[in-house]
């Protein structure tokens, strides 16, 4: 008979492990279920032959001194991986004939760069710049967003300082709304900079990006924040994190899918139901769960409509991600590529889309000496892909690797007999790896609906149940999926009257 456990936290991305770290360094018994035979999720990695490569997410913020991976790794009393700061921190090629923009990390050259790239836009970015600061102090003192409880609506209104109130009426605004109150509306070279830009870290483009998000990820790259690049892969930062959580008693099944929440007739608890290696299905049990799977999923594992009020079932079947990928994961020998090869690169282009690629460095353990990874990525509509046929399927698979290979040949003037290796992962290929709806990345979309007080809360109507991950405040990225979890974990310790603190 398995024991009571005191929380349940199901799905082993950086969302879930973080929760799960966090509370069991707290005392409390902890089961993390991962359905895949690894952790990590959408931060994963795998391998092909000698070379290794990043499923998704390619870049960390977060790691610098306050920054919110920095602050969870000393909490919790571990290393925090290692990386090497990235400067530039990203390179945005419009695909125009013009010089390509330069995401500098020192203010004062980003600030150089974008005067001669963008001429008249800096009232833009002083507008821009000034917000930042008031979502920094804000973010610091972790306020917890949506508000549901007094308890909420405490935590948050001593997070607020007179520049947050200044804010205020700017919450329903866009990025786009911010050119034009700065006047630089007919830029429309600015314009496609912010669309590529914010499409990486919102979903969406400008004229959908909630202006309070928008304004503080546009100075993610510059100090004192940064990008980092991880040596070894994304895979170590789920390492640390499994590393804390094991050593303070938490359990990891690998393997073990969640089927069926159920409350206990007494309300006391949950029941898991979970499918084990071999098919097996075992029941688990715990006082309180905590869910970083996409919350769309909630409602396939929640059945009993008694367990979850009928307007929120609704509104979760309602909800839609914006964006799946297209990856295409090459390697080639180091010479020849580019002798100021970028790390990260950004290019616009029309078919299939507009490329991010990411370019392992020497020596950061991806490839042998001499040789690079090479990841490029391309958002698409999640829709169409599980049901095509297969012979239609892998048809369109070869098409789009050739064309995406196409792309990166133009992009770092590579021959076509450069490869070493290339293969391509799709919406269908992402929905088998991660277990997401129809393959989607990314949460919901930073759209002023959707953003800050207007979300989904991390404390939903359902009791003992608490949820953290892309799709909840403050939004995507390894960063902000951990901010979530500290919030869901901050909630959860309240309601045990008990204080979670995490010093800034």
């Given at each position: 008979?398995?024991?009571?456990?005191?929380?349940?936290?199901?799905?082993?991305?950086?969302?879930?492990?973080?929760?799960?770290?966090?509370?069991?360094?707290?005392?409390?018994?902890?089961?993390?279920?991962?359905?895949?035979?690894?952790?990590?999720?959408?931060?994963?990695?795998?391998?092909?032959?000698?070379?290794?490569?990043?499923?998704?997410?390619?870049?960390?913020?977060?790691?610098?001194?306050?920054?919110?991976?920095?602050?969870?790794?000393?909490?919790?009393?571990?290393?925090?991986?290692?990386?090497?700061?990235?400067?530039?921190?990203?390179?945005?090629?419009?695909?125009?004939?013009?010089?390509?923009?330069?995401?500098?990390?020192?203010?004062?050259?980003?600030?150089?760069?974008?005067?001669?790239?963008?001429?008249?836009?800096?009232?833009?970015?002083?507008?821009?710049?000034?917000?930042?600061?008031?979502?920094?102090?804000?973010?610091?003192?972790?306020?917890?967003?949506?508000?549901?409880?007094?308890?909420?609506?405490?935590?948050?209104?001593?997070?607020?300082?007179?520049?947050?109130?200044?804010?205020?009426?700017?919450?329903?605004?866009?990025?786009?709304?911010?050119?034009?109150?700065?006047?630089?509306?007919?830029?429309?070279?600015?314009?496609?900079?912010?669309?590529?830009?914010?499409?990486?870290?919102?979903?969406?483009?400008?004229?959908?990006?909630?202006?309070?998000?928008?304004?503080?990820?546009?100075?993610?790259?510059?100090?004192?924040?940064?990008?980092?690049?991880?040596?070894?892969?994304?895979?170590?930062?789920?390492?640390?994190?499994?590393?804390?959580?094991?050593?303070?008693?938490?359990?990891?099944?690998?393997?073990?899918?969640?089927?069926?929440?159920?409350?206990?007739?007494?309300?006391?608890?949950?029941?898991?139901?979970?499918?084990?290696?071999?098919?097996?299905?075992?029941?688990?049990?715990?006082?309180?769960?905590?869910?970083?799977?996409?919350?769309?999923?909630?409602?396939?594992?929640?059945?009993?409509?008694?367990?979850?009020?009928?307007?929120?079932?609704?509104?979760?079947?309602?909800?839609?991600?914006?964006?799946?990928?297209?990856?295409?994961?090459?390697?080639?020998?180091?010479?020849?590529?580019?002798?100021?090869?970028?790390?990260?690169?950004?290019?616009?282009?029309?078919?299939?889309?507009?490329?991010?690629?990411?370019?392992?460095?020497?020596?950061?353990?991806?490839?042998?000496?001499?040789?690079?990874?090479?990841?490029?990525?391309?958002?698409?509509?999640?829709?169409?892909?599980?049901d095509m046929d297969e012979k239609a399927y892998q048809q369109r698979k070869?098409?789009?690797?050739?064309?995406?290979?196409?792309?990166?040949?133009?992009?770092?003037?590579?021959?076509?007999?450069?490869?070493?290796?290339?293969?391509?992962?799709?919406?269908?290929?992402?929905?088998?790896?991660?277990?997401?709806?129809?393959?989607?990345?990314?949460?919901?979309?930073?759209?002023?609906?959707?953003?800050?007080?207007?979300?989904?809360?991390?404390?939903?109507?359902?009791?003992?149940?608490?949820?953290?991950?892309?799709?909840?405040?403050?939004?995507?990225?390894?960063?902000?999926?951990?901010?979530?979890?500290?919030?869901?974990?901050?909630?959860?310790?309240?309601?045990?009257?008990?204080?979670?603190?995490?010093?800034?």
């Amino acid at each position: 008979m398995e024991p009571v456990q005191d929380v349940i936290v199901i799905g082993g991305g950086i969302a879930g492990l973080t929760a799960a770290a966090l509370l069991a360094h707290e005392g409390l018994s902890v089961t993390l279920l991962e359905a895949h035979h690894q952790l990590g999720g959408c931060a994963g990695t795998f391998r092909r032959g000698p070379f290794t490569f990043d499923v998704g997410a390619t870049q960390v913020a977060g790691l610098e001194p306050g920054g919110s991976h920095a602050r969870l790794f000393q909490h919790l009393d571990i290393q925090p991986p290692e990386a090497e700061r990235l400067d530039p921190g990203c390179v945005v090629d419009l695909n125009d004939g013009s010089p390509p923009v330069h995401l500098w990390h020192d203010p004062q050259r980003w600030r150089q760069e974008r005067c001669q790239q963008f001429p008249g836009s800096e009232r833009f970015w002083q507008l821009c710049s000034w917000i930042h600061r008031q979502n920094w102090q804000f973010a610091a003192a972790d306020p917890v967003l949506p508000m549901r409880t007094g308890w909420d609506l405490r935590r948050t209104l001593a997070a607020l300082t007179p520049g947050n109130l200044a804010c205020a009426p700017l919450s329903l605004l866009t990025v786009s709304d911010l050119l034009t109150l700065s006047g630089c509306a007919g830029d429309q070279r600015l314009r496609r900079f912010l669309d590529l830009q914010l499409r990486l870290y919102s979903q969406q483009p400008s004229d959908h990006t909630a202006a309070l998000y928008g304004a503080t990820v546009l100075q993610m790259c510059q100090a004192p924040l940064g990008l980092w690049h991880l040596h070894g892969s994304m895979q170590s930062l789920s390492d640390q994190l499994a590393t804390a959580l094991e050593r303070d008693g938490g359990r990891v099944f690998l393997r073990h899918r969640a089927l069926k929440l159920e409350r206990d007739g007494d309300q006391s608890g949950w029941s898991v139901t979970v499918e084990a290696p071999g098919r097996e299905q075992r029941c688990l049990q715990a006082s309180e769960i905590i869910c970083s799977l996409p919350p769309q999923c909630l409602p396939g594992l929640i059945p009993d409509r008694e367990q979850m009020p009928d307007t929120y079932r609704k509104h979760l079947n309602s909800l839609k991600a914006p964006s799946g990928a297209i990856v295409f994961y090459g390697a080639v020998e180091r010479h020849h590529l580019p002798d100021e090869c970028p790390g990260h690169l950004q290019r616009d282009g029309h078919s299939p889309g507009s490329l991010f690629l990411s370019i392992s460095t020497d020596g950061d353990g991806r490839a042998p000496a001499g040789q690079a990874t090479v990841i490029a990525s391309v958002f698409t509509s999640p829709e169409g892909w599980q049901d095509m046929d297969e012979k239609a399927y892998q048809q369109r698979k070869r098409e789009l690797r050739d064309s995406i290979r196409q792309d990166v040949n133009a992009a770092l003037k590579l021959p076509d007999d450069a490869w070493l290796h290339q293969e391509l992962a799709t919406p269908r290929g992402f929905a088998h790896w991660t277990g997401r709806p129809d393959g989607v990345v990314g949460g919901l979309g930073q759209s002023p609906d959707r953003f800050g007080p207007f979300g989904l809360a991390s404390r939903p109507p359902i009791p003992q149940l608490w949820l953290c991950g892309d799709s909840i405040h403050p939004g995507e990225g390894t960063a902000g999926v951990s901010l979530s979890a500290l919030m869901a974990c901050r909630q959860l310790m309240a309601a045990r009257d008990l204080t979670l603190t995490v010093a800034a």
